[in-house]
Nanobody, 123 residues
Framework: QVQLVESGGGLVQAGGSLRLSCAAS????????MGWYRQTPGKQRELVAT???????NYADSVKGRFTISRDNAKNTVYLQMNSLKPEDTAVYYCNADVTYYSGSYYIANNYWGQGTQVTVSS
């Protein structure tokens, strides 16, 4: 099986920075797209940023120019550097990844979510 474990959330003042990390573990053969999503109470989970295995990135308009997604393929880890944080960035942030892993005598491709990490930006 595969697990995604996030870290780096917390409380920060408006204008501050945080860096989120998400490490995938298990009998991983390869990871295709990785990304970050966020959710606030009563709202649907929304895309923040994604990155392909080749490094192509995509951002929500609301975070362009402030957030940077990156990945370390050797460590099966994706990062989200968040600068110039605003109170409206407050949410639970979730890591997501498309993973192919080895199970028994064959390989399985599946999509996984992390457990979420809280980011709170105070005004």
């Amino acid at each position: 099986q595969v697990q995604l474990v996030e870290s780096g959330g917390g409380l920060v003042q408006a204008g501050g920075s945080l860096r989120l990390s998400c490490a995938a573990s298990g009998s991983i053969l390869s990871i295709n797209a990785m990304g970050w999503y966020r959710q606030t109470p009563g709202k649907q989970r929304e895309l923040v940023a994604t990155i392909s295995s080749g490094g192509n990135t995509n951002y929500a308009d609301s975070v362009k120019g402030r957030f940077t997604i990156s990945r370390d393929n050797a460590k099966n880890t994706v990062y989200l550097q968040m600068n110039s944080l605003k109170p409206e960035d407050t949410a639970v942030y979730y890591c997501n990844a498309d993973v192919t892993y080895y199970s028994g005598s064959y390989y399985i491709a599946n999509n996984y979510w992390g457990q979420g990490t809280q980011v709170t930006v105070s005004s």
